[in-house]
């Protein structure tokens, strides 16, 4: 339905809490795939996040230059 579908943000944040990336992505019911490129990233843990309306999750991403 035309409600399972819309825009999400996405964000992506330090180990302190910065957001360092921050977007809003067309999204549809069931899966989708979010590509980002981790040249903008130094080796590191991070936190993303992704929310749309009430519902949203955050995990843990490691980038290993």
Do not use: C, H, P, W
Not at 1 to 12: I, M, S, W
Not at 16 to 30: E, L, P, S, T
Not at 42 to 48: D, P, R
């Amino acid at each position: 339905t035309a409600e399972d579908n819309g825009v999400a943000n996405f964000k992506v944040y330090n180990l302190i809490g910065n957001v360092v990336m921050q977007n809003d992505i067309a999204v549809k019911k069931g899966v989708n795939k979010i590509e980002m490129d981790s040249k903008n990233f130094e080796s590191g843990i991070y936190f993303y996040s992704l929310s749309k309306g009430n519902n949203s999750f955050t995990r843990k991403m490691i980038v290993n230059k």
